[in-house]
């Protein structure tokens, strides 16, 4: 019942407060990818920065749940994304970012459960283990969780893309 509480939650939440964009595509050729967790402001910045000619994409992610089960899913089909820069702030709450670095460093338990992760419902419902198992051995995260500034994450960029 919680669970279906939080996500009724959510959808009210993007009917009342609706974002512009959340994605945007670059460099279809590159392996990293920058997520700005809540920080729409920073998402725009790049995305009409020329940091898109580095990246494959730029977006946000604001839950726990079905925020990462969904950048998964997308870094699964999209096998040449090797490097994902977490940046911005994290939604206080539900701290995706915190709860995106635990599932890489410890997994989940037998009901889904981000173990260690701090958020409201960190639950990953719509992902196997495989499917975990698979993101946490093909993606490096860069933690660069409240950073804000675009010249630092330029230059994370520049570093990765060297490596």
Known sequence: MTN??????GKICEILLPIKHDIF?????????????????ILEKISKSEL???????AR?????????TLLKYVLEHRKIKYIVLCG?????HLPG???LTLQKNGVDTKGRIIGARG???????????????FRKH????????????????????NLQKA
Do not use: W
């Open 25 to 41: 595509y670059g460099n279809e050729n590159s392996s990293i990818a920058i997520c700005t967790l809540s920080s729409i402001n």
């Open 120 to 134: 409201k419902d960190p639950v990953l419902d719509d992902v196997t283990q495989n499917e975990i198992s698979e």
């Open 61 to 69: 992610l604001f839950s726990e749940n079905k925020g990462i089960e």
């Open 139 to 158: 993606v490096t995260l860069v933690d660069l969780i409240g950073t804000t500034e675009i010249n630092i994450i330029a230059e994370m960029i520049t």
């Open 4 to 9: 279906l509480l939080v996500r009724f939650a």
């Open 52 to 58: 898109m000619t580095k990246v494959v994409i730029t």
């Open 89 to 93: 702030n994290d939604t206080k709450g």
């Open 98 to 100: 915190h709860a995106l």
